[in-house]
Each structure stands twice: as C-alpha cells, then as structure tokens.
C-alpha cells in the first residue's frame, strides 16, 4: 500500500515537473522563433537600407556635379527663356 | 508565483511571428536533443523503488550500456582512422644521416596511433568478457536471480552490435595493418638506439629499459595478432562464452527475440532493425557452433524463419559507406566456426536464393517514389488536419471530454505513423546507399572531361556514375520529403506533446487498472504468481486519482462493473523509463512464465495456459510500451530519422583509394543540387536546398558522433564550395530564364502565330519566388542571406550584360543600332519582370552608370559617343544615301577610310536573349536592319540617347559641317583659280557633243584630280549630315507628336485649324492640376483623414508637371535649325562664293561663284558616273545633290544655278537637238552614245529640284530676296543674316 501511494505521489510531483519543463520549452521555442523572424525582418529592412543608400549616394554625386558648375545652370535659364 | 507559468507563455503569442520565408529546409534548430525515455537519465537508479528484485539486473545493464558507449568511440576512431604512412616525409639523399631522427619522430607518432589501436585491443577483450560472464549469470537454468529485462536483452544486443561492427571495420581498414608495420619497422630501429645509449648508462637503469622494451615487444605482437586476424573480435567473443557451456539459452532467447522483433516490425525503427539484422548471422552461427543442443535451435526457431529474414535483406547498412551482407558474413565464418559450416545448410541456400532483379527492384527508391509520394501528400495533410483540431481544441474552454480524447488520440496516431514513415523513407534511403555501394556501375564510362575510364576511383564507380539522373531525382525527392516532414513534426514538438503524453498515460492507465482488472478476475483468478506479476504492474504504475473511491481491494473482492471500464481524468504525464522498463520486464515474465527454454517464441502461446485474448492484449500492449520510449523522446526521434548525414561520409574509400579527398563531383549531396540546377525542373526547385541539409547532418556527425574536428572541416570547405557554386549556377539559371521569358514576350504575336512550331519560342514557367524570399538559409550553424547574394548577383550580371551590350555595338556599325535597341529593350524587360519579384537597381539607374552619364551636366554618354565617331569614321565617308529609297547603305567599293573595329566579343545565349532558338528569332529580326539606315535606326537612335544626349549628337553634327565648310574653302579657292577667266553660254550650233567638247575645254581641271574628288567628298558629306538631320526630323516630329497627344488632354491644350496649339481655357487652370487641387481639397475637407500634406505635396507636384510639360511642347524642327546653321556658317565665305559682280548685274561668262564650281563638277561627276564601267555612284550618292543644293541655295545662287548650270545647258541644247531632229525619225544620242549621259544629267536635274523645292518650304529666303535690291535700284547682294554661330550656343558643347 505504500507503494501505491508513494508512485502516486510520484506521478503528481511528475506532472508539475513537466508542466513547468514544457512551459520553459515553449519559452525557449518563442525565443528562437522571434529570433529568426527578427532575423529575416532586419534583413528585408537592411535590403531597404542598403538600396536606398545607392540611391542617395548617386544623387549625391549628381548634386555635386551640379554645384561644381553652377554656370550651366544659370546661362540655360536664360538662354531658354 | 506572481505571473502563472501559462498565461506567461500564453502572453508571448501575442508577439507577431510571421515569417514571409517559406519552409524549404528541415528543422536546423533543437531545442533538446537529449533522451530521457529510451536511454534512462538516472541509469535505472529508480528500478530499485519498485521492489521487483532487479538490482543484478540493472547493475548489469548499466555496465552493458556503458560498455556500448565506449564501444561506439573505438569504432569511430578506427573508421575516421587515416593512415599516418602515407603522410610520411621521403628523406632525401643529403640528409641520409639523419634517417635515424626521422625513425624517432615517426615512431613517436605512430606510437600515438598504435596506443589507441592498443586500447581497442584491450576494450574488446574486456568488453567480451563481460559480455560473456553477463550472458552465462543470466542463462542459468535455475535462475535465482530475475533477469534479463527485455531493456537487458536489447543492451546485449547492442553491444553485440558494436562488437561486430568493430571487427568489420578492423577487417575491411587496410590502412592499419600498414601503419602497424611501418611502426613496428620503425620500432626495431629505435629500440636498437635505446640499446645504443642505455648500455653507456649505468647497469642498473639498463635492465630496466631493456624490461620495457620486451615488454613493448610482446604487446606489440599481440596487437600484430589482432590486427592481422579477421574477426579476431568474434573469435576471442566465442572463446569468452563457451568457456562455460551454458550460454545457448541466452543465445535462443536473444535469436527469437530478434527475429519476432523483426517478422512483427512494428515497434522498430530503422536503427534498431538494422542492429538486429546486422547481429542476427553472428548469433546464428555462435549459436550453432557449440558442442551440443546445435539442433535445438531450428526447433526453437525454423530455418525457414532465418532464411526468409536474411533473403529480405540481403545487404544491410554498417557504416555510412560500409555494408554487411549475411550471407557473406555467414560464409565467411564457416571457415572459423568448423562445426557451424559441416551442421547448416543455411549458407549454400541463401546464395541460390539471391536474384539480382527482384532485389534491384526491392532497393531502388526509384521503383518505390509513387508510394512515398502518394504517403507524403496523405500523411501531410491528415497530419496538417489533426493538428489544427488540437489547435481549436485548445482555444475552446471545457470541450466535451470525449472529443478531447478522440483529437489527442488522433494527434498521437499521426506521430506514430509520422515516425514509421520517416524510419520506412530514411531507411530506405541508407538501403539503397548499400545496394549501390555492394553494386558499383559495370561499364566505364568514358567521362567527357578528364582522361580515360581507368583512372576513376572506386568511389566514382559506385557514387558518381551509380545514380541515374531518374535515381537522382527520386532521391532529391525523398529527401525533401523525409526533411519537410521531418521539420513539420519538429514545429509541432511543443504543441502536441502534452496531447501525446495525455494520451500514453490514458494508454497506461487503461491498461492497467481496466485490462488487467479483468484479466484478474478471470484468466489469473486461480494462479498466484501470475496474479501477483499483475498486481506488481497495477502497483508500479497505476494513477488512482480519480479512483481513490474504488482501492484494490474492492476490486478484488467483488466482480463489479467490468463492462464500463474505470473512468480516469486525464493527466498530461509521461510513464518514466524505468516504468516502461518495468512494465516490459513483468509482461515477458507472465508470459514466458519464468522459463526461457520455453519452446515457441515470446508470445507464441504453444503450451501456455493463458488464452488467446488475453495474450493478444498482453502482447500488443507490450510491443507499444517500446514504441512509447520513442514518442517521448519526440525530437531526439525526429532528429534521428531525419539524419541524413552519412550520405557524404566516404572514408572507406578514401583509403583504398589513396587520396586526400574526392572531388565535390563525387559527393552525393553536390550531385543532388547540381541535378536539380541542371534539370530545369520547375517541380524540383524548390527542393534545392534540402540537399544542403545533408551537410548539415554530416557536420552534426562528424562533430558529436565521430568528434573529429578535421572531418567538419572538410565538410566546411566543400560546402563554402559548393555554397558559391551553388549561388553563381542559380544567378545563371535566374538570369537566363528572367532573359528567355522577356525575350519570348516581346516576339511578334502574329510571327508567333504563323509559326508551326511556335512552341519552342515559349519558355516553360518556373517559380524562384521560395528561394527569393530566402533570407536564413541554414547552413554549419550560420544564416546566409540568400536573397542578398541573389540581388547582388543580379545586380552585377545586369550592368554586365550592358557592358557586353556596347562592347558588341562598338565592334559593329551603325546599323547594328536596331538591334542594340532590341536587345536592350529584352534586358530592360526581364528587369522589369524579375524586379516584381526581387528588389535589384533600377534600370534607368544601371543603365545610366553604364553609359556614363551620370553626372547632372554631362549630356554626352558612351553611347552618343559612339554613335558620334562611328559617324565621324564610317558612317560619314563610306556610306551612300538613295534619295528614293530614304536609306544609306554602305558603298560596295573600297571603303575610302579604313575603319578599325574591335573584334565582336563573345558571350553565352544568355547575354543575348536567353535561348538559342530565341536568338536565331531575334537575329533574323535584326538581320534585316544591318544592311542600311533609316528610318527605324533613327527611331532606335532617338530613343536610346533620349532627350540628354541627343542635343549633344545634334550639336557634334553641325559642328562637324562648319568644320567641313572651312575645309572646304581653300580647295574651292583652287579650284576657282583653275577656271578660265570666262566661260560663255553654251553653243547650240553643234549639239549635244559640241557642247561637252566645250565644257571640257573650258573646265581644265585636269591636274586637280585629287581636289575635286575632295571638295565633292565634303560636299557629300555635307549633304548626309544634312540628310541625316531631316531623318531626324521626321522622327522627332512623330515622336513628339505621339507625346503631344498623350500629353495635351491633361494640359488642356487642342490643335489649333493652323498647326497652332490652343488652350482650352484661358488663364484657368489645365485640367491636371484642376484635378489634383479638388481632390485634394475634398480628402483634406474629410475629418477622417490622418496626413493631408502628402496630398498638399502631389498637388503641388501636379503644378510643376504641368509646368514641365508646357515647357516642352513647342519643340522646334531639328532640320530648320540645322540649315540655319549652316547658313550662319556659310556666311563667312559668302564674299568668296557668291562675289558680288562689279557691274551690279548679273555676271555670267566670269562668275566664279560656287554654283559654277558645283556646275563643273556636277557634269565632271555625271560624266565619270556614266563612262566608269564600275558605278560613281556608289561612291558619292544622292547626297552630293544635298550638298551642293543646299550650299547653292543657302548662298542664293539657286536662281544662277538653274540658268547657267553646264548639265542644264545640255539637256536644253539635247532638246533642241531632239525637237530639230525628231522630224527626222532618229535619235540622235544613241548614235553619238550621250543617250545615258543625258539620262543622268536629267535624273540629276529631278534631284536636285527635289532637294530646292523641300529647301525652299523648310528654310524661305523670300525675305532676303525681297531686299536684294536696293532703293536706288541696284541689287544689294546678301544682306548680313542675323543667324551667327555664337547663337548656337545654347546647345551643349562636344566636350561637355
């Protein structure tokens, strides 16, 4: 009889060990699920980033151009006009 | 606890987690790799609770368990053992004298290696004895001890296992023996130094040493035993277990328990079925060699039973590129087990039974595909189904407690038959691997690439040319199969465990407090042992909770309520190993009643009193309580099944073929992405990267199982390799088919259909959009951002594909200026269609870096560049234009400049239009545009340079004609000088012919060649130019056009009766901007609405398009500016050209003007064109009358042209001839041959009043004329035009 309840008292303490076993498994799930997410999030933004800063450092490049020789610009307008 | 555990890790769902990258890997992460039901955590520490008296048994069982442990390390040392040998240094000549260092260094390292050889010597022997000494303690027939557990009996096994697969593995290493020889070789020599120097030592310390080397002489003997005896291990094994004669028992119970294990195949996985095959031979024959109850066996367990078992399988999996075959092993042994081989018939029947058909059907995936496929497809969705009613379930509160059980049920039954599929596909796979490796390719095949047949490796014959290209892609196929369920089970592994172990322990419970109830009351009533067997399971794992009511007791004393069963809640807790173990242990006791020799098998019931039923249940019950182990153990399960690792491991083959390592050729999972990249399957491409996963699998081997460190980084190096290739193959393969699809769009629709075999101009669709999105791909533990490396690719190929796209114009002429358009026009639409679905440059961005042109003030590009010089240098000098036809063509003479050109360069299809076929169609297209320019060329020049560069060209031209015009002035000027001082009007007197003669006499220009055939060159070039700019014009006209049309109802503007543009309402807005300004006002006026200044900003923008738009509309003719350039030009020679006469009239016997000049030259050219046999023409063309004309006509000496002109003085004087003569009846120029002559002379007039009469509509003079005469009634020639080059200014300069 104490057997019996000795492996009774044993499948209780069981269930709160797993219990709190695979609620810290899903916790660790979560995390390395966000993280992928995050991952490949922070990758779409840096493809984002990435084009944008070509983007910016050619019209850099054009704006310097222009400056360089702000002649061009004010003889057209007055020629064209 | 402040914050329950469940809402905490409810709470996180709130998260969002969506991932837009598809699932085309396996699971690459584990949380938990570690078993804790099939391999006890606390080593059975726990049995003792139970009071069942198992402690020998557990205490034996631990050591077994640690003994295979150890056994698993010896023989991945000896199968990633590399032979040192081959490594060793050759010393050269010079250094002779240091050979005795040399043998010390070596033999310090080989003594390494013959130190681990000497551990496994010494592993085996104790690992057999104890083998053996544990199988005699538990064969006793009169048993005081309980004992083996079914857990006992499988560690047997195992270890048995590991005993055998270490002597294959020593058998089949030729390395080792070398290495063992050259050390021992190297020993003599060092022990002979030893000698050497000890013996000036003192006495006492020499003994010693001299000790030691005799010691190390006799371990080193018996290690040569050891290695050079086959199954040395099997043989000591056997020695071990018959020293005392009573281990058949042990050995009967083990072979029928591995064969009912086998025959029921239920419980097993792959990895287990393969120990229990690989072992079973070995047990055979150990069991039949001893001196007696040899024939006990086959009454046990009928030979029949043995041989269907080893016919089935008649190669099975050892190692990774290693196999057994039963057959060969038994025959094998028969020479070492004499009495085994004189008893059986097993062996010679086995060999009958093998037919190489039958079983090259049973192996090959190939022939099994249609099943797994059809499985896969089933089992994914019910799987997919089952999992979502769990998901309802569990967001349903207080579900009805019947359905609850029926979802977890059903949840539990799909991982089952989840694990059984995976063990059935992965074992298959690691089957066929076998068979392929016991049956390398027959025929040589001659490889295409490196040498002839002979010199392939083993591993070539068996891996490389093995696999057909179906084999491959049937194994591409169950690979991405076995993984992408593999990965779905391994998602699921927090979601559904609870369900699954509910579900056991409802199993359990219900086995134990309902089933054996029963069996209590009936079957058991009247057997004490047996009952109390039944009770001690009842005690060791029953969960009374909800029955505390109803104790045992009760149970006992009165029959009660059989029918309905016990109802108990449900708890979500798993039964521990050593329940489970337990459990096993006391169902194989009430069943074999203590007694192993009992005849028949576990559960075959011969002779048993226990009925039918009730044995079923018993053993059903039992077979599930070992697949239980295996759900618990849910990942470690799944990662196990899904292991694909040891398809890359070739160590075998490494060392009997004498190399470092294979090629990545050779290496099966390069073969599978390189099958699936090379056979365009739309179907496969997706899967192409599962094959990567298998290096995955093999880093993780050769890490924790293996633990060699040099192995990963082998397994590192190809796959950074083949990750590259892999990269650049798919860039290729994107970029063509982006290119072939874009290209087979822009194919005319009506070409297409009047096509018979249109089909093969249409590009079979393929999806990249999976792999597009791939930003992890999971490799070695490091994310690679597919998707980064695709873009950059593109990227790059693009401007590539520009660059080639020039380099090609530049080694070609201007004509090749349609096709260049056309190409581009392909490549820009392949960027549009594959940026839908990547985000790479844009094109206008690419395109512009390629040409150049980037910075905000230059207007020219490489692209007017070239056009630009090839004009200069070809187009100008050495083509000829047909006034009819609108077209230049290239003359066929000589080119008069010779052209350097670079040599076309040369690209694959891709860089093209993507296909062959679509190539040859877009080249036909584009034939027909080489042979000239026209109107279609300058519609592609038009819009290739835009309307950047194309001021630039425009103003490159027309500077090139003043620069012509200068040049042109001082050989006019030698020319002039070259005329007679007068030269009358042409006489009528003698006809046609006295007039030539005449002509000649006067235009002597005899020794001035050279500088007519120049001043007419400059003329003609004058002309084209000009010509060219009327192309132009028309072009611009119908380009602007179509722009205006486009453009003019949202600027609110109409053609006016005149040509002129009106506004449709004065003063008002244009209709565009109207339209911008009241939508933004109505969206602003709504309340709701959260960011009007972006609708500010659009209107705003809509103004300045207008604006813009406005600006560009009255867009004058390119023509008309370009003659009154050239007029501006002209004006500084116009004293020189156009003298005005002394006298103030007009001057005709001495006027020395150009149209005189012209005039001569004009006849001179007629001339030659009519007499030279090869046509003048076709080096001057209609554009010497361009020229010339448009001179003539901008000085204002069109008038004097037509009056004085020679050529038209003879077609006057011709006609009268003619009109004299016609009374006569007979042509008069036929016979004194002017009859061509005067055919030109008249198609020249024609031309020339063409070129004046479009002259005069495009560019009047009337004004000029009006006031060419003065007041005082003397003609003022010329007036100053105001037109000066200075107000050209405006275009850009050519150095810009």
Redesign the interface.
């Known amino acids: 009889m104490n057997?019996?309840i000795?492996?009774?008292a044993d499948?209780?303490n069981?269930?709160f060990i797993?219990?709190?076993s695979?609620?810290i498994?899903?916790?660790?799930?979560?995390l390395?699920?966000?993280e992928?997410?995050t991952?490949?999030k922070l990758?779409?933004l840096?493809?984002?980033l990435?084009?944008l800063e070509?983007?910016l450092q050619?019209l850099e490049?054009?704006?310097s151009?222009?400056t360089?020789?702000p002649s061009?610009f004010t003889s057209?307008t007055t020629?064209?006009a | 606890m402040a914050v329950p555990v469940e809402e905490a890790i409810a709470a996180l769902s709130t998260f969002s987690l969506e991932d837009e990258q598809a699932e085309v890997q396996g699971a690459g992460v584990l949380v938990s790799s570690e078993r804790g039901a099939t391999n006890s955590p606390i080593e059975y520490g726990d049995v003792s609770a139970y009071r069942l008296s198992l402690s020998e048994d557990t205490k034996a069982l631990n050591q077994l368990n640690a003994l295979i442990q150890e056994g698993k390390e010896m023989a991945s040392v000896l199968y990633t053992y590399r032979s040192c040998v081959k490594a060793l240094p050759q010393l050269p000549e010079s250094m002779k004298h240091s050979q005795a260092d040399l043998y010390l260094e070596t033999y310090q390292v080989l003594d390494m290696e013959m130190s681990r050889l000497r551990e496994i010597q010494r592993w085996q022997a104790s690992a057999a004895s104890k083998l053996a000494a544990d199988m005699q303690r538990f064969s006793r027939p009169e048993r005081r001890i309980n004992g083996p557990t079914i857990t006992h009996l499988w560690s047997m096994l195992k270890l048995l296992d590991v005993l055998v697969q270490l002597d294959h593995l020593k058998n089949a290493k030729a390395s080792i023996p070398n290495d063992f020889s050259w050390y021992k070789r190297t020993f003599t020599q060092v022990s002979v130094q030893w000698q050497d120097i000890d013996s000036m030592r003192e006495e006492l310390d020499d003994l010693q040493s001299d000790d030691m080397v005799n010691i190390n002489c006799i371990v080193t003997q018996l290690l040569q035993i050891f290695l050079s005896t086959r199954w040395a291990i099997l043989l000591n094994l056997h020695v071990e277990m018959f020293r005392v004669n009573n281990v058949e028992d042990i050995l009967q119970v083990l072979i029928v328990f591995a064969v009912e294990s086998l025959e029921l195949d239920f419980a097993l996985l792959f990895p287990e079925r393969h120990i229990l095959l690989r072992v079973l031979p070995v047990l055979v024959v150990l069991a039949t060699s001893s001196e007696k109850d040899s024939e006990s066996l086959y009454k046990r367990v009928k030979i029949n039973r043995l041989i269907n078992i080893f016919k089935n399988d008649p190669v099975i999996p050892a190692f990774p590129d290693l196999h057994l075959s039963p057959a060969a092993i038994l025959k094998e042994l028969s020479i070492y087990f004499q009495r085994f081989s004189a008893q059986t018939p097993l062996v010679c029947v086995i060999f009958k039974a093998l037919t190489y058909r039958t079983y090259q059907r049973h192996y090959l995936i190939i022939n099994h595909i249609g099943t797994i496929r059809a499985e896969h497809d089933d089992f994914t969705i019910r799987f997919a189904s089952s999992l979502n009613q769990l998901l309802l379930l569990k967001s349903i509160d207080g579900a009805d407690v019947d359905w609850c059980k029926e979802v977890k049920g059903n949840m539990y039954d799909m991982v089952v038959e989840g694990f059984q599929l995976l063990s059935r596909w992965t074992a298959r796979i690691w089957e066929q691997c076998a068979w392929k490796f016991s049956r390398p390719c027959k025929e040589a095949i001659p490889s295409e690439s490196n040498g002839s047949a002979e010199s392939l490796f083993d591993y070539e014959k068996v891996v490389r040319y093995n696999y057909s290209a179906e084999e491959r892609k049937a194994l591409v196929e169950l690979v991405s199969y076995i993984k992408s369920v593999g990965s779905l089970m391994h998602r699921c592994d927090t979601l559904v465990v609870d369900a699954l172990w509910e579900t056991i322990h409802a199993e359990v419970q219900d086995f134990v407090q309902n089933t054996l109830a029963t069996m209590l009351r009936t079957t058991f009533r009247k057997k004490k042992d047996q009952s109390r067997i039944l009770s001690d399971m009842r005690t060791l794992s029953a969960d009374w909770m909800a029955n505390t009511s109803k104790p045992e007791s009760d149970l006992q004393s009165h029959g009660g309520d059989e029918s309905k069963g016990n109802f108990f809640y449900p708890r979500p807790v798993a039964p521990t190993a050593t329940q489970v173990h337990c459990l096993q242990f006391l169902i194989y006791e009430v069943v074999s009643g203590g007694n192993h020799r009992k005849p028949g098998g576990l559960f075959g019931n011969s002779g048993s009193e226990i009925p039918v039923s009730d044995l079923k249940q018993l053993e059903s019950f039992f077979y599930k309580l070992g697949f239980f182990l295996h759900i618990l153990d849910y990942s470690a399960t799944v990662a196990t099944l899904t292991d694909l690792g040891f398809l890359w491991f070739r160590e075998f083959y490494l060392e009997s073929s004498r190399v470092i390592q294979f090629p990545i050729e050779c290496s099966l999972p390069w073969m599978l992405v390189d099958h699936v990249l090379e056979s365009q399957n739309a179907g496969l491409l997706e899967s192409v990267l599962m094959p990567f996963d298998i290096y995955n699998d093999s880093a993780q081997q050769a890490l924790a199982a293996l633990r060699q460190r040099f192995l990963y980084d082998e397994i590192e190096a190809e796959v950074d390799h083949c990750f590259d290739l892999f990269v650049s193959k798919l860039s290729e393969i994107i970029f063509t088919f982006y290119k072939s699809w874009a290209a087979s769009e822009l194919l005319d629709p009506s070409f297409l259909f009047a096509l018979d075999n249109g089909e093969k101009y249409y590009v079979q669709p393929m999806r990249f959009t999976a792999l597009f999105k791939m930003t992890r791909v999971k490799l070695l533990g490091r994310n690679i951002d597919l998707r980064s490396l695709i873009s950059e690719r593109m990227n790059k190929v693009f401007r590539d594909n520009i660059e080639f796209l020039f380099d090609r114009f530049e080694s070609q002429d201007l004509c090749a200026v349609v096709e260049l358009e056309k190409l581009l026009e392909i490549l820009k639409h392949a960027h549009g269609l594959l940026s839908k679905d990547l985000s790479i440059d844009s094109f206008s961005l690419i395109l512009n870096e390629m040409q150049e042109n980037l910075s905000l003030v230059s207007f020219s590009s490489r692209l007017a560049t070239q056009i630009w010089s090839e004009m200069q240098s070809d187009f100008l000098p050495n083509f000829v234009l047909c006034n009819t036809t609108q077209r230049f063509v290239r003359s066929s003479r000589v080119p008069l400049v010779p052209v350097q050109k670079p040599s076309v360069p040369h690209a694959k299809a891709n860089f093209y239009c993507g296909t062959q076929e679509l190539n040859s169609a877009h080249q036909s297209f584009a034939r027909l545009h080489s042979g000239f320019f026209g109107i279609p060329h300058m519609f592609s020049v038009v819009r290739l340079l835009g309307s950047r560069s194309l001021p630039w060209l425009i103003r490159a031209l027309l500077d090139h004609i003043s620069n012509k015009v200068t040049t042109l002035e001082p050989m006019t000027t030698g020319l002039q000088a070259a005329l007679p001082k007068s030269i009358g009007l042409l006489p009528f007197d003698d006809g046609v012919t006295g007039c030539m003669r005449v002509v000649k006499e006067n235009l002597n220009w005899g020794t001035k060649l050279e500088l007519k055939a120049k001043v007419l060159r400059g003329i003609k070039e004058i002309g084209s130019v000009l010509y060219w700019m009327g192309l132009l014009d028309i072009v611009l006209r119908e380009v602007d056009t179509m722009h205006f049309m486009q453009t003019a109802p949202w600027l609110g503007l109409f053609p006016g009766a005149d040509g002129q543009i009106l506004h449709t309402q004065d003063g008002g807005d244009s209709p565009v901007v109207n339209l911008f300004k009241s939508a933004t006002a109505a969206i602003v006026s709504n309340p709701g609405c959260p960011n009007p200044t972006s609708f500010y900003t659009m209107s705003k923008q809509a103004e300045a398009a207008d604006l813009l738009y406005k600006a560009n509309m009255n867009a004058g003719s390119v023509l008309e500016y370009a003659l009154a350039f050239t007029s501006a030009a002209l004006d500084k020679y116009c004293n020189k050209w156009s003298a005005a006469p002394k006298t103030g009239f007009i001057d005709i016997t001495t006027s020395k003007d150009f149209y005189r000049i012209y005039s001569g030259l004009q006849i001179g050219h007629l001339e030659d064109s009519v007499q030279v046999s090869s046509n003048n023409f076709e080096i001057l063309g209609d554009s010497v009358a361009w020229g010339g004309c448009t001179i003539i006509y901008l000085l204002g000496q069109q008038m004097h042209f037509e009056l004085f002109d020679f050529s038209y003085q003879v077609l006057n004087v011709a006609e009268v001839e003619a009109g004299l003569l016609s009374q006569s009846h007979k042509n008069p120029h036929v016979a004194q041959g002017w009859e061509t002559l005067l055919e030109a002379m008249k198609k020249a007039r024609r031309l020339n009043n063409h070129v004046f009469s479009m002259l005069k509509a495009r560019c009047p003079l009337e004004d000029k004329i009006a006031c060419a005469i003065k007041q005082s009634g003397a003609p003022l020639h010329r007036i100053k035009f105001e037109n000066t080059v200075s107000a050209f200014e405006t275009l850009p300069q050519k150095g810009a």
């Open positions: 057997d019996r000795a492996v009774q499948w209780e069981r269930e797993s219990h709190i695979l609620n498994r899903r916790l660790f799930d979560f390395i699920q966000f992928s997410t991952k490949s990758s779409s840096n493809l984002k990435d084009t070509r983007r050619l490049l054009q704006v151009t222009a360089a020789n061009l057209t020629t064209s």
